[in-house]
């Protein structure tokens, strides 16, 4: 009998993609792939292609035993609680706990780069999670993604209308990667069935400051676009004067300071490792997505 795989989160971007890549990548039989969520109805796709489907409620320490039931192998991804300090730990310390009670052999969780060295605001979430992992005694693997391609389509389509990007990264540089390519790497983890306790970190093959970024964008987009250099206080009350939440505005800033501070400077070959693959270029990407670029 072929090892049982749960995935938090199913709903979400990357939880869709990982069991993409389960059944269409890794070839993993669908009927071997628990997809877990709040909301089971949003899964009705998957089990229609005979993916099992479980409702998993952090916040429901009872429910996530009752979900991770006969589960070989767990991914917890991250949850989107960051509004509120200490949430998100505590939900994650709460499923570590339910997988123990539940008997699962192997936990796998989407962490950040250097979590114990960092400006990030939610860093403390992760690496709270990590320790609580490595503290149950189960077996783990640890997948620490590189901050998104994809984040740069959020800002990036008004700061080309303007044709200005304020940034407070200073010449940090930053390696990033697809959330695609994330969610290969995990499936390539969750399939190959080790027993065996690991960390990887997945970036992509280069560090660049935000004028080489800035350059590809403009490239791409046919579209001038000139960085503004800004400091964490002005370019958090410019987040704050557009409408973004506080803690958004916060977590933003803290990302470029970490940035800044040389912190998301990282690039290793782990994707490799998990894939054999080589990651999808930045300039691969916005090429990919130039009509939301360009929107």
Known sequence: ???????????????????????????????????????????????????????????????????????????????????????????????????????????A?????GPDNSLVTFAPDHLGSENAIKASGIAHTIIRDAWYHDNYLHGM???????????????????????????????????????????YTVTGTQSLNSRQIAAIVSDVAGKPLEVIDVTDEQLGQGMRGAGLPGFVADMLVSADANTRAGKFDIVTEDFTKLTGKQPQPLKDFFVEHKATLTA
């Open 157 to 199: 389509p008004h700061n080309l209308q303007g044709g200005k990007w304020y940034s407070a990264t200073g010449d940090g540089k930053i390696s990033t990667i697809s959330r695609d390519d994330c969610a290969l790497a995990i499936a390539a983890a969750l399939a190959s069935g080790t027993s065996e306790s690991a960390t």
């Open 109 to 113: 969780y989407t962490s950040m780069p």
């Open 1 to 107: 009998m072929s090892e049982i795989i749960l995935v938090t989160g199913a709903a979400g971007q990357l939880g869709q993609r990982v069991i993409h890549h389960l059944i269409e990548t890794y070839k993993v039989a669908p009927g071997n792939i628990v997809a877990a969520t709040r909301s089971p109805e949003k899964l009705s796709e998957l089990e229609k292609k005979g993916v099992v489907t479980r409702k998993a409620d952090f916040d429901d320490a009872a429910g996530l035993e009752k979900a991770f039931a006969g589960v070989d192998r767990l991914l917890i991804i991250s949850t989107d609680a960051l509004d509120t300090p200490g949430k998100r730990l505590a939900q994650h310390k709460g499923a570590v706990a339910a997988a123990v009670k539940s008997g699962v052999k192997h936990i």
